[in-house]
């Protein structure tokens, strides 16, 4: 192996080690990272579903995201949990076509299929 070859294994597998112009001022938020670490690993749906959770009370409302929770995400099918057979009866009849357009429009159009509600 070659001086120079060496000099190069060593700084590709150490950069910050034997690197002088290190600035961590360049160096990029996980922010930004995580979501292309996760599309290279084919997890970028499961990143994206996982927001519907996160952002759940501002999608739906606070009066709506007191009563129901979700609670689970199967073959894009968010489960959605609700605390009264009233609240079940209305988000199911007149709100879940709502619900789910907002979903799509916060979250993007592959993240949820379709919303099942629960009683727990």
């Known amino acids: 192996m070659t001086p120079s070859l060496r000099a190069q294994v060593i700084r590709e597998w150490q950069p910050f080690a034997t690197s002088d112009s290190f600035d961590p001022n360049?160096?990029?938020?996980l922010s930004k990272l995580v979501p292309g670490v996760m599309k290279g690993l084919g997890l970028d749906q499961r990143l994206q579903q996982s927001q519907v959770f996160f952002l759940w009370p501002q999608i739906v409302g606070p009066d709506i995201a007191t009563?129901?929770?979700p609670t689970g995400l199967r073959?894009?099918?968010l489960i959605?949990?609700?605390d009264?057979?009233?609240w079940l009866q209305e988000l199911s009849r007149f709100h879940k076509t709502l619900l789910l357009q907002?979903?799509?429009e916060r979250v993007g159009k592959n993240a949820v299929r379709n919303i099942l509600f629960r009683i727990g």
Request: proline share 11%; aromatic share 0%.
């Open 80 to 82: 959605v949990t609700v």
């Open 67 to 69: 009563h129901a929770q």
């Open 75 to 77: 073959n894009g099918n």
């Open 26 to 29: 360049t160096v990029a938020p």
């Open 84 to 86: 009264h057979p009233v």
């Open 102 to 104: 907002k979903i799509r």
